[in-house]
C-alpha cells in the first residue's frame, strides 16, 4: 500500500511501541527491508547479524522525541527546542573526532501544530549554519552504514 501510494518501497520498519516479535527482523529481511529501528541501545547507527546477513539498526530515541509533549509532564515546545539543541551542540562538538548522528523523533499529530512548526523551523535554522552537518533520511543512513561496512571488511583482507 505505502508503495502504491508513494511510489518508493518501504525499507525499514518501526514496530508500535518497539515490540516486535522474534520473527520481525528475519521477516523485514525476506521482505528485502533493510533496517528497523526498534532498538533505544545506542545514539549510532550499527549492523547485527539477521540469518547471517547484514541488517541496519538506525536507533530511535526517546530522548528526544516530540511525544513528550503530550504525556502530561509540563514539557513546553521552548523546552524541546532547548534541549534538542543542547544535545545537538554535545554531538557537534563530538564530531571533531568521530562519525556522529542525532535522532529527533517527531510525530504528525504532535509536530504538526502551529507551535511545533515554528520549534523546528528554529532548530533547523540553528543546526543548518554549521558546516559538516547532513541531514539524511533513515533509508540513506541505513545505505551508508551497510556501505561503509563492505568497505571496512574489504579494505581488511587486502
Known amino acids: 500500500m505505502v508503495e502504491e501510494i508513494t511510489g518508493q518501497r518501504p525499507l525499514g520498519y518501526n514496530a508500535n511501541w518497539l515490540r516486535?516479535?522474534?520473527n520481525?527482523?528475519?521477516l523485514l529481511q525476506e521482505l528485502g527491508y533493510l533496517y528497523h529501528i526498534d532498538d533505544v541501545s545506542r545514539d549510532e547507527p550499527f549492523i547485527e547479524q539477521v540469518n547471517g546477513?547484514?541488517?541496519v539498526v538506525a536507533p530511535?530515541?526517546?530522548?528526544n522525541n516530540d511525544i513528550l509533549l503530550i504525556e502530561g509532564r509540563n514539557y513546553s515546545p521552548e523546552q524541546f527546542l532547548a534541549q534538542i539543541k543542547l544535545d545537538f551542540d554535545q554531538l557537534y562538538d563530538e564530531a571533531g573526532s568521530?562519525?556522529?548522528m542525532m535522532s529527533v523523533s517527531a510525530h504528525d499529530r504532535i509536530s504538526g501544530t502551529p507551535q511545533m512548526v515554528k520549534v523546528w523551523d528554529a532548530f533547523l535554522t540553528y543546526a543548518r549554519k554549521?558546516?559538516?552537518v547532513a541531514f539524511l533520511r533513515k533509508d540513506e543512513i541505513a545505505r551508508y552504514v551497510l556501505q561503509s561496512s563492505l568497505t571496512l571488511r574489504e579494505s581488511e583482507t587486502i
Do not use: I, K, N, W
Not at 530511535?60 to 530522548?63: A, E
Open 60 to 63: 530511535y530515541t526517546l530522548r
Open 24 to 26: 520481525t527482523l528475519s
Open 98 to 100: 568521530r562519525r556522529r
Open 130 to 132: 554549521r558546516p559538516g
Open 20 to 22: 516486535r516479535s522474534p
Open 53 to 55: 546477513t547484514d541488517f
